[in-house]
């Protein structure tokens, strides 16, 4: 059961209570996973007492566990109840005593007020690419190429050969140029020379990443030229892929570009009405949620860098070595502000279309989370903790107001269409009746 104790503009206090019932269960469900998993010499799985357990996993470790399960379950449960969309919280539980209910206090920050201008008239423009039969042999012609197989050739070198190049130097190495698609500096260079020649290379002066690279010559030896084959479109062509035929090869791929131009048809459509809300919001954003957003960013982008061996330090060093730190900082702040306006446009459009994601609804969607990261439910809420329990529901309430407003929409659009089509067919009809 949650009560609300206060709530002063942005911040807002409850208290939870959990009745002994539920604790003891926890309890059970704690202490059962510990027989079933832990291992007791002299003992068979899951006849191991209690006590002997508890010994081998640590005095406070069962009453840790059952504290994190309840915290995980009825923290986000007090929040759906008592309608608070929270930024973040800080949770106070009670001493926790098997027999006895437990409680905790929470004290956090809601999204600030929001109101969203009048949307209901909106027509969104973004529509499906057009699959026209030039874009489906266009396709196919894609697939052509990637297929293509090479054949040694004994001649000079041409638009479309692929050619084997030696660089030369104590760094160089061996690597193959597809000349249809490789750079005019190096396309100019190989065109017309033969097999065992040995060329210069000018490379124009140029920015890689955040290097900045001056014009220089790279001499490379050519040692192979091949000559690209192209398959036929035909039946054959079909079976290499796995098709019947061509005509079904055609049939599928067209389905399959369809299905694809749909999407960024439905992605275009939700983007406008994002934007369309965003400008037609007003809001008083306070700093520290800026400043939050932008911290996670932050976090997340020095994780990405860890795992490719890179010490933010250190790229932080080079970033204010090649004056760009400043840039960064600001667009990762202009990104920050971008993400939490569309965030908290979508939960405005959820209270105001009274969306609800029923606790059935919840339970469903994070099992198949769980299993698509191949997590049992109990072990994704302990990763996610509270407060990513709470934030994958907000997410889940947005989602469901997005889909339900361009619904809506696209619902007002077809009856506009049909109302426009009824006036043109009376007109037309009246104009029939007045020439006769």
Same mark, same amino acid.
């Given at each position: 059961m949650a009560e609300l104790i206060s709530r002063e503009g942005n911040k807002v206090e409850f208290k939870v209570s959990v009745p002994a019932a539920e604790v003891n269960r926890a309890y059970d469900q704690v202490w059962s996973g510990l027989a079933r998993d832990v291992r007791v010499p002299g003992f068979r799985p899951g006849k191991a007492p209690r006590k002997v357990i508890e010994g081998r996993v640590g005095k406070g470790y069962v009453e840790q566990e059952v504290r994190d399960r309840l915290l995980e379950t009825h923290y986000s449960q007090a929040a759906r109840e008592l309608k608070l969309s929270l930024v973040d919280a800080n949770i106070d539980p009670q001493p926790l005593k098997s027999g006895q209910s437990f409680e905790f206090t929470v004290k956090g920050e809601t999204y600030p007020e929001v109101s969203l201008g009048d949307w209901s008239g909106l027509s969104l423009t973004a529509a499906a690419? %057009? /699959?026209t039969d030039e874009v489906l042999d266009r396709t196919l012609s894609d697939l052509q190429e990637r297929n293509a197989t090479f054949d040694d050739a004994d001649r000079a070198i041409e638009a479309s050969d692929q050619v084997t190049i030696e660089e030369q130097g104590e760094d160089g190495g061996t690597y193959p140029v597809y000349l249809d698609v490789a750079e005019a500096h190096v396309r100019d260079a190989l065109l017309g020379k033969n097999k065992g020649d040995t060329v210069e290379i000018t490379v124009p002066a140029h920015q890689h990443g955040d290097h900045e690279h001056a014009e220089h010559t790279v001499t490379v030896k050519i040692m192979d030229v091949k000559t690209k084959k192209l398959q036929e479109l035909d039946d054959e062509f079909a079976k290499s892929?796995?098709?019947d035929s061509l005509e079904r090869l055609r049939t599928d791929l067209k389905g399959e570009l369809e299905r694809r &131009?749909?999407?960024e048809g439905e992605a275009g459509r939700r983007e406008e009405f994002i934007n369309?809300? +965003?400008e037609g919001m007003t809001a008083d954003i306070p700093q520290a949620l800026l400043d939050r957003r932008r911290e996670a960013m932050q976090?997340? /982008?020095q994780d990405d860098l860890g795992r490719q061996g +890179?010490?933010?330090? %250190?790229? %932080? &060093?080079?970033m204010k070595e090649q004056g760009k730190l400043d840039e960064f900082?600001?667009?990762?702040?202009k990104n920050a502000e971008t993400r939490v306006k569309r965030d908290l446009a979508l939960e405005r459009l959820a209270e105001d279309l009274k969306v609800e994601v029923s606790d059935a609804e919840f339970n469903q969607t994070m099992m198949a989370l769980a299993q698509a990261n191949g997590l049992s439910p109990a072990d994704l809420s302990k990763q996610l903790g509270p407060n990513g329990i709470n934030s994958y529901y907000t997410s889940l309430i947005r989602e469901k107001a997005l889909q339900q407003a361009i619904a809506q929409l696209a619902g007002g659009q077809t009856e506009a269409a049909a109302d426009e089509a009824s006036a043109e067919a009376s007109t037309e009809e009246s104009s029939t009746e007045a020439a006769e």
């Open positions: 690419p %057009e /699959i892929l796995n098709f &131009a749909q999407q369309h809300l +965003v976090s997340e /982008i +890179v010490k933010w330090g %250190e790229y %932080e &060093a080079f900082m600001a667009d990762l702040g």
